[in-house]
């Protein structure tokens, strides 16, 4: 069974791709159990706790990546670099128990996977 990677670059507002991509990962979890979720520029934005959509009117996002564990998937990695560049670099308590790693690490474990998804 190929191996597969998603990769989540936006933010939670402003379009639909965190969404999307969910769903497309709620998907695949059904065909493979080798699921690596990747997180790097505004999309580590996505695991932040106690986000609030309807506070700024975007419906399209519900910030449901609290459940993939249950899907049996727990690969999950942000990069570093992106924390630091907003100010996350020490944040805690994130949706999900993921690994920080620096960008080479982070592109390194991305490489293992035979096929990338990017939101």
């Not at 996002?61 to 993939?68: A, E, K, M, N």
Request: overall charge negative; some cysteine; glycine content about 10%.
């Amino acid at each position: 069974m190929k191996r597969l990677a998603f990769v989540f670059t936006h933010g939670p507002h402003g379009d639909a791709s965190g969404r999307e991509g969910l769903d497309a990962l709620l998907a695949a979890s059904a065909l493979t159990d080798e699921i690596g979720v990747f997180f790097i520029g505004d999309g580590v934005l996505l695991l932040l706790p106690q986000q609030r959509p309807a506070e700024i009117l975007a419906r399209n996002f519900i910030p449901t990546f609290g459940v993939l564990p249950i899907y049996d998937i727990t690969r999950f990695y942000l990069c570093a670099e992106s924390l630091a560049e907003r100010g996350l670099a020490g944040a805690v308590g994130w949706v999900l128990d993921a690994e920080v790693l620096p960008a080479a690490r982070w592109r390194e474990r991305l490489s293992a996977f035979d096929t990338v998804l990017t939101f």
